[in-house]
């Protein structure tokens, strides 16, 4: 059993920052790529990053340039540093072990026009 805490979220007007966290228990965190994932009122859940045990990343095409996806093993933490924030940023924000069905209560980040 994997337990997830985001935690980070919150209300920015766009252009500003936000910095997440996820906190994972279990010493397994290491042997796994991490995801953060959004999910927006009325859409679906959709990948936002990925970051592999070694630390290659992925974005997806509407962060990239502006968000970071990073992790510290030792803490077993992974990070979403979030700059130049949009309106269409706004959303719950999760992360997610890769192919596991673990999920935490989701961080809400909200944008202001």
């Known amino acids: 059993q994997v337990q997830l805490v985001e935690s980070g979220g919150g209300l920015v007007q766009a252009g500003g920052s936000l910095r997440l966290s996820c906190a994972a228990s279990?010493?397994?965190?290491?042997?796994?790529?991490m995801g953060w994932y959004r999910q927006a009122p009325g859409k679906q859940r959709e990948l936002v990053a990925i970051i592999t045990p070694h630390g290659s990343t992925n974005y997806a095409d509407s962060v990239k340039g502006r968000f970071t996806i990073s992790r510290d093993n030792a803490k077993n933490t992974v990070y979403l540093q979030m700059n130049s924030l949009k309106f269409e940023d706004t959303a719950v924000y999760y992360c997610?072990?890769?192919?596991?069905?673990?999920w935490g209560q989701g961080t809400q980040v909200t944008v202001s026009s």
């Open positions: 997610n072990p890769d192919l596991t069905p673990y």
């Open positions: 279990g010493s397994i965190f290491r042997f796994y790529t």
